[in-house]
């Protein structure tokens, strides 16, 4: 592959680059989607695209180069024909992903985070993909494989090294399954498109904000905003345009219920959106979908072609003058931190995903600075089905404080990983019986910045009265090192920091060495007293939620499992820092020494 | 005649759509900060500032000023904290202040010592920052960057250059300038722009000019930051948008 200041651009790469530009209107609030798509049809950035973009959409070409930087999918320079990025949440390494990652890496002649030689294929981790009841899983060009073993690696290997298209790999290994294990209200509904706007149009905007404030419906993101309240604040608020955003941007770790909703409930997440745009008078909805679910673009955008053609979206909706909305969807390219709803705004402008200063909030100065309603995928559908089933009705199911019903993804170790609907309320116990886990000691719920619950708490109930969820549960047994599980929340964390504020930055990097200090067999006391500090200067200074809840997987962990962290400290007091003998690793791989001669004794 | 809010017991009068720092300081009360700029927008990211408003921890430089809130800001908890952010920043850079030309006119460092930062307490991370000397008359040191974005802001909003953004995400997050060459010498900076006069540590620096102030003379030799950020900030809101003594301005 040729270096990337003599790639060849071409008369027909910038025609294609300046066709791209007018598909997106010259509008630089697209950016995000513009270079998405460069970066497809490019594998990677190229400086003269960058150059070139910068003057047909009048910005500074360093505004490009500072949003491209940002996100994990998209690459400034050449990263490889095939880009390979293994799922490395922490049921993914149950599942032997690190092993499987080494071999293919072996079989490649490269290492992790490099691209090899001939420029053909680089391979990293990346944050969860949201495959974690069929994982290991992986990302190849941005099209999700899942249930990998050694031998779909080494096919994988060698469909790369042959150089074979995407398109000609066997199509089963792309397959996803939804894993519905336990259905109910939302996943057993059998409304047809329009059943619910059709009702809905009968009520009218104010008392379809009266409807969902009595069904009591709270945020299924994880907050666990009353959603009516927010759709009320929306629609009284002042502004030239209101808009409604679906966040699909569903990255915590453990969490794939809004992948199975969108395959399978397509058509009422839309349905959802529409009504909440009636609700709150909108005329412009988005969905922002992460960028590892980017396989579901086509699909979804046929479901929205269809709700078109069948006049429930566009102008005068089911020939209601004066009800027009359409929904466009945006892609993310890696970025977790775009699940806060302000860094997801940022997003949708075009912009770095970095969480905006609040007050105010986006449901008065949103997408654009204008009042915009965000809710989670399973907000939308919950909403459309109170409506429909009626608002006293929906709230009898679950408990006072939480209504309606919940999906939970399960996974980890368990029998029947997958896609659980519960009402609200039940227990974590009920839950481990049912997905069939055995000798479980311990529950992440709501994934890394969630709680980790342990043995004694299964009786604990899921819902905003006890512990609330956004869906993750992820399932570890006796066999697995609680120490593990936040080491590699704790690098997550690090990873998806944005980086805007101090304590964040910076906290999360030293949080993440500390702990791979005590994994090194090199912590002491002191390590677990600086933690405490971190955490605290983490939890009151952090500019968002991903600062203040990164110490928790730690903070849990630490206070059942307290012997998974001390059998590794060193019973010394204090430490010094500094690995002499690690210090000589280098120098071995160097010298290609690995023999007694080429470590340093023990010391003390 | 206007309403007032109580910093650690005083009243702090405020006009409406001030937020608590930029009253606090109008109204001589020093809060430490180090990415707030009475001439900018606040940004809200080195989280110096943060105070407790009504018991829970915010950044002052954001928080809309309101009347009856109660903020505390000069107390042992939260200097413990504002100690440990400026530990961060000096471990996350490469700060060797004794041969720094900005030492002594150093906003970072005068923090240091104004908030007795006593030790390093964290590990350094030593990243890789290769300086840009491209320039004939301006030298950038990347080591020094404490990412505040007041040279993003100086020339994105007064100069209408934008010669300068912050690239990568999280502790990779870096400052890069405007040319494809990424070389500071292709942009259009200029020795007179305000870019030039904002960066608070010693990354953008006019060549030539270093150490040209005797120790003993440089801003803070004499005075703290904290009584001499007071002096600095403009008593009341500046219409002109002119600001005589800025932080930063050696």
Same mark, same amino acid.
């Given at each position: ?604 | ?147 505040? #974005?007041?040279?993003?802001? &100086?020339?994105?909003?007064? %100069? ?6 912050? /690239? @990568?995400?999280?502790? !990779? ?48 030799? #004499?005075?703290?930051?904290? &009584?001499?950020?007071?002096? %600095? ?6 219409? /002109? @948008?002119?600001?005589? !003594? ?5």
């Amino acid at each position: 592959m040729l270096p990337d200041n003599e790639l060849r651009f071409d008369a027909s790469r910038q025609i294609w680059l300046d066709q791209l530009v007018a598909r997106h209107q010259t509008d630089a609030s697209r950016l995000l989607q513009i270079l998405r798509e460069v970066q497809e049809y490019f594998g990677h950035i190229p400086q003269p695209a960058i150059s070139r973009l910068a003057e047909k959409l009048s910005i500074p070409r360093v505004r490009i180069e500072s949003v491209g930087s940002f996100y994990s999918f998209l690459h400034l320079k050449p990263h490889g024909e095939y880009r390979v990025l293994f799922s490395d949440n922490i049921t993914d390494r149950m599942l032997g992903s690190e092993a499987l990652m080494q071999q293919m890496c072996q079989q490649l002649w490269l290492q992790p985070g490099k691209v090899s030689e001939d420029g053909l294929v680089s391979i990293s981790p990346t944050s969860c993909t949201g495959m974690c009841d069929q994982g290991p899983a992986l990302l190849v060009n941005g099209r999700a494989i899942t249930r990998l073993t050694h031998q779909r690696v080494q096919e994988i290997a060698q469909l790369i090294r042959n150089r074979t298209p995407l398109n000609n790999w066997p199509s089963d290994f792309f397959h996803v399954d939804d894993n519905i294990r336990r259905s109910g209200l939302l996943l057993d509904n059998t409304l047809a498109p329009g059943d619910v706007l059709r009702k809905a149009l009968s009520l009218g905007g104010q008392k379809i904000v009266e409807a969902v404030k009595t069904s009591a419906l709270r945020g299924r993101g994880g907050a666990g905003f009353p959603t009516g309240l927010k759709w009320e604040a929306c629609r009284n608020a002042q502004g030239s345009e209101h808009y409604v955003v679906c966040n699909a941007d569903e990255g915590e770790p453990g969490t794939f219920k809004d992948r199975v909703l969108l395959t399978r409930q397509a058509d009422l997440v839309f349905e959802g959106m529409t009504l909440c745009a009636l609700a709150v008078g909108s005329k412009k909805g988005f969905l922002y979908l992460r960028g590892e679910y980017r396989y579901m673009l086509e699909p979804l955008q046929a479901v929205l072609q269809r709700r078109r053609d069948n006049n429930l979206l566009g102008a005068k909706i089911l020939g209601q003058s004066g009800f027009d909305f359409d929904i466009d969807i945006h892609l993310g390219a890696g970025a977790y931190i775009c699940g806060e709803e302000s860094a997801l705004i940022e997003s949708l402008e075009g912009k770095r995903g970095v969480p905006r200063s609040r007050p105010p909030f986006p449901v008065t100065h949103g997408y654009m600075q204008q009042p915009t309603a965000v809710d989670n995928v399973e907000t939308f559908c919950q909403a459309a089905l109170a409506l429909h089933m009626g608002a006293e009705k929906y709230r009898a199911i679950g408990t006072e404080k939480s209504t309606g019903s919940k999906l939970i993804s399960v996974s980890g170790d368990c029998a029947y990983p997958g896609i659980y609907e519960y009402p609200f309320g039940v227990s974590v116990r009920e839950i481990l019986q049912e997905c069939g886990a055995v000798n479980t000691r311990a529950v992440q719920v709501s994934g890394p910045s969630g709680v980790c619950v342990g043995e004694s708490e299964f009786g604990r109930k899921l819902g905003f009265e006890d512990i609330p969820t956004a869906g993750a549960f992820m399932v570890f047994d006796d066999s697995r090192d609680m120490f593990e599980v936040a080491r590699n929340y704790v690098h997550f964390f690090a990873h998806e920091s944005c980086g805007f504020c101090t304590p964040c930055r910076v906290g999360t990097s030293m949080l993440k060495q500390t702990m791979d200090k005590i994994a090194a067999g090199h912590g002491t006391k002191y390590d677990l007293n600086e933690i405490e500090n971190l955490d605290s200067v983490l939890q009151n200074t952090s500019h968002c939620g991903l600062g203040r809840t990164a110490c928790n997987p730690v903070l849990h962990t630490l206070k059942h499992f307290r012997p998974a962290y001390e059998n590794k400290l060193k019973s010394l007091m204090f430490s010094p820092a500094f690995d002499l003998d690690g210090s000589l690793a280098r120098a071995r791989q160097m010298t290609g020494r690995d023999d007694a001669g080429a470590h340093l004794k023990e010391e003390i | 005649m206007s309403e007032t809010f109580q910093l650690d017991g005083a009243p702090v009068p405020f006009e409406p759509g001030q937020t608590v720092m930029q009253a606090a300081l109008a109204a001589g009360h020093y809060i430490p900060h180090l990415c707030y700029h009475p001439e900018f927008k606040p940004h809200g990211s080195c989280k110096l500032c943060t105070v407790k408003v009504n018991g829970r921890t915010v950044a002052s430089c954001t928080m809309p000023a309101e009347a009856g809130l109660t903020v505390e800001s000069e107390i042992e908890e939260l200097n413990a904290l504002r100690r440990t952010l400026v530990q961060m920043l000096f471990a996350e850079g490469n700060h060797f202040c004794p041969s720094c030309e900005k030492s002594g006119n150093c906003v970072l460092q005068a923090l240091g010592y104004d908030l007795e930062v006593h030790t390093a307490g964290f590990r350094h991370l030593y990243p890789d920052r290769p300086l840009d000397a491209s320039h004939p008359d301006i030298l950038l040191d990347f080591n020094r960057c404490i990412l505040c #974005e007041l040279c993003v802001r &100086a020339s994105g909003e007064v %100069d209408g250059k934008n010669v300068f953004a912050l /690239s @990568g995400r999280g502790i !990779a997050k870096h400052l890069i300038v405007n040319s494809e060459s990424g070389l500071l010498s292709d942009t259009n900076i200029a020795l007179t722009d305000k870019a030039m006069q904002v960066c608070p540590v010693g990354v953008i620096l006019k060549k030539r000019v270093g150490f040209n102030m005797p120790i003993g003379e440089r801003r803070y030799d #004499e005075r703290p930051i904290s &009584a001499q950020a007071l002096d %600095d900030a403009p008593r009341q809101t500046d219409a /002109s @948008g002119n600001c005589e !003594a800025c932080e930063g301005t050696p």
